[in-house]
């Protein structure tokens, strides 16, 4: 069985950036529906709050 120390749902701008960090300290596994640069992120065209 595989295993992860993290799991993260969304592989848009906010999972990505929550994956990229964590896994400089542990285990990480990204799950989502669609290809990252398919994501809701990319879709947003500059509706990004920050």
Partial sequence: M???DIIILGG???GM???LEASKE???AVIS???PLRS???AAQ???AA
């Fill in 12 to 14: 848009g701008l906010a």
């Fill in 33 to 35: 529906k669609q290809h």
């Fill in 17 to 19: 950036r929550a994956a």
């Fill in 2 to 4: 595989i295993t992860h």
């Fill in 26 to 28: 542990v285990d990480v």
């Fill in 40 to 42: 809701h992120s990319g």
């Fill in 46 to 48: 500059g509706g990004i």
